[in-house]
DNA sequence: CTGCCTGCAAATGCTTTGCATCTCG
DNA sequence: CGAGATGCAAAGCATTTGCAGGCAG
């Protein structure tokens, strides 16, 4: 993981700091979607005080380069998530217990193509989101 | 429509008033999507001057009452539109230009309600962002 | 009348930016 | 050494809130 990050900053010529690997490691170290507040406080939990200007200006480098996700979840700010392969996720917001469950759905992916195709658009990232009350919380 | 307006607040014991309906007019009168500043400055063309707060607090309560639907385009800020029928629409945001093209693929509502019935989840509102560049743009 | 609304301005809270300093390569 | 990164504090912005005065019912 750190080798593709490292990787990928080697071929733009940008350096590879202590700071974007810490940054990197909580992200990926974590199977949830976290904020730059939460980011902030695990790099404190390990010992590591960064900036927060700076975690922001990493998670966006991040995702520039295409190894995290930016996650909006009408929380009033923005949650951040490690790309582990290719895959990516569709998510389910409980809006009772805020609770996030990540899906998947290969039919999706055909009826989607679909429609995309028809208006000729080149599709690049995309968000779905599924608001309403989680299995628990009915 | 503006008597649809009036019956949910009635039903609510909330007031009907100018601003409220002003506000309601100027969304259901666009087909695009508008940000609070965009409700403030059609109000102002038609020679209406209406606080920000007021705009803001207005949204939300459409929102809240269901006539209305809030989108994150990812602009910084969020803009609103108002519901016609039952339909959601999802979108294809292009990049480039910004545009936004909605779609509606009934084999969609298909699928995603298996992955629905298989977690539990009971939907309230979905979104479905698709960003990419358009056929124009392309 | 009475409660909810409106407007204004001030406050909030996330995110971005300017700038001096430091680090990676 | 030099380009780019970091940190701090200040700035930016969309949105929210407090409060005095107004309007709907």
């Known amino acids: 993981m750190m080798e593709i990050l490292r990787g990928e900053l080697r071929e733009r010529e940008l350096p590879f700091t202590q700071q974007r690997e810490a940054i ?65 996720y569709d998510h389910m917001i409980c809006t009772v217990c805020g609770g996030v469950t990540q899906f998947r759905q290969e039919e999706l992916e055909a009826v989607l193509s679909v429609v995309l195709q028809e208006a ?9 989101k599924i608001f309403g009350t989680c299995h628990d919380c009915t």
Chains 1, 2 share one sequence.
Do not use: C, N, W
């Open 24 to 88: 990197a490691r909580v992200l990926f170290e974590s199977t949830r979607h976290l904020s730059a507040d939460d980011v902030e406080a695990a790099l404190l939990d390990r010992g590591q005080q960064i900036g927060k200007a700076t975690v922001y200006r990493s998670l966006a480098l991040l995702v520039e380069l295409g190894l995290a996700t930016e996650h909006d979840f009408d929380e009033g700010f923005r949650r951040y998530q490690m790309k582990v392969g290719a895959a990516q």
């Open 120 to 128: 000729g658009f080149e599709p690049l990232t995309r968000q779905i």
